[in-house]
């Protein structure tokens, strides 16, 4: 899940800081689950968040998420 880049993308177009807790606020979801989404720790995201945050940073789905088959994750342990 690419909120660390999408952050930085806002703030560059947006023209203004984009903090974690502007995002917790705004979308209703912890921080420490959007922290832990941001360090794709094992997280079962639902989809109610993944709808949240595309509608705060205004991005498709494909903006958001990135799909990394299991065996690439297990070949880069």
């Not at 177009?13 to 979308?27: C, F, N, P």
Request: aromatic residues 6%; charged residues 25%; glycine residues 2%.
């Amino acid at each position: 899940i690419q909120i660390k880049e999408l952050i930085a993308t806002r703030k560059y177009q947006w023209g203004r800081k984009v903090t974690v807790s502007e995002v917790a606020d705004a979308t209703g979801i912890s921080r420490m689950t959007l922290s832990r989404m941001m360090r794709n720790q094992t997280h079962n995201t639902v989809i109610e968040h993944v709808d949240k945050l595309c509608n705060f940073f205004e991005c498709e789905l494909h903006e958001l998420v990135t799909y990394v088959p299991d065996r690439q994750i297990k070949q880069a342990a």
